[in-house]
């Protein structure tokens, strides 16, 4: 039996576990963090064909873990419906710890025949070297300051946009900043007037603002009971523009009430209160009132810097050392496409796994799948905020028309 270290336990790191429990290998996940600190960074996500597929085949008897939308709403400030956006297939849409508890479970199980996987939290990966034919991971348990140290045969680092692991290995280009962030907030469907819960539920809405666009959708509550007023509402707004990274408004959004300075996100309820307020002075920009009462009815507020990167590479170490998820590459989130490929990943190596398909085609599929993610992302986030068709769909109309 072989022995493989998952370095990262959130979605990449649990859909790849899972891939190889099911394939016999003996699995151990090593996660920085605890769930509560996970949790606090977490909201709504979109669970994309290639996530369903992988529900599908992966988690048996799987409860109805989304709320499914056919079109995405483009809004005025009075409700009106100014066009629609078909995406190719139905949306998805849940919370990340929907998904992050079921995969949890699927690999935790211990009623099958493979051996039991192991997930811990609280080790944060130090070192990974590559020595005759084997890896070591050197990791230190956040509890008891511990180091530690495991033999694997194989690595999959699933450690996120600011991977350690991709930074040992490669000189490749790590997530720049685009120039913008998100504010985000989560409201349950109960704490909102009657109004505004017709107007919003089990939809997709966008509503663009002065320098921006803000989305709402719906989402089971992760009590995951959808009876009564068990829902949540989740709301995004893309504020462009407005925050170069030197600025001084950047670095006191991105630094926390005990004064820590966050690189992408800033957890719930660790917002400075004096950022939140000036975020609200401005609601007048938002003018759509179901979406002021959104605002006005967040309780932790959370905001985002937006980073993208291009991966370059993903095979390292013989083949015994591969890069998924967010450490691979980082598309921007207007698609809600990161986890969508880190499903596909996951479901492609597999088969790599199999015998049925050759590691270096899986490496290929993978930056390609990337690149188009991207390229999706941006230009659904152009159509979104500036209503016209994206540069990438005028482009390809005029070399075609030349
Ligand atoms: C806590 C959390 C909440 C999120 N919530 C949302 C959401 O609500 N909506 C959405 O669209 N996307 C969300 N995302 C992003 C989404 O999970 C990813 O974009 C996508 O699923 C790809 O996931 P990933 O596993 O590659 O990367 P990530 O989800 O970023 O996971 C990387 C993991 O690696 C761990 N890690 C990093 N360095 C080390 C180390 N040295 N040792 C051990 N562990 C390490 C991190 O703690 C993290 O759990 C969230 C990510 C996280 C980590």
Redesign the pocket.
Known sequence: MKDVVV???????LMNAIVLKELGYHVHV????NIEA??S??????SGPEVHSFIERYVKNYLNYAITVETVEIWNEKSEVLSTFPPTTPLRLT??KALYDMFKSVLLDSGTDQSPAKYETR????DVQYEGNKLSVK?RDLDNEVTKTLEADLVIA???????VRNMFSQSSSPKYAGYVTWRGRVPEGAVDTKTREALRNRCVVLRVDGGYLISYYVPADTGDRQGSRCDFVWIWYDYDRFPEDSSDFHEIMTDVDGRKHFTTIPRGRMQPKVWRSILDRKSVVSNPHFVELLEKTKEPFVSAIRDFPGSKAVFCDGKLLL????LALCR?HG?G??SQ?AFQALELGKVWEGARALDLWEKDCLEGASKAQTISLAMGEFFFAGKAPTVVRNTVESDSQ
């Not at 370095?7 to 790191?13: F, T």
């Not at 080790?123 to 130090?126: E, K, P």
């Open positions: 370095i990262g336990g959130s979605l990449a790191g090593l996660e920085r963090s996970l949790q960074e977490a909201a709504g996500i979109r919370t990340w080790q944060l990966v130090q990791y699933a450690d996120g946009a600011n991977s350690a998924v998820g967010d450490a989130p809600g990161s986890t880190a």
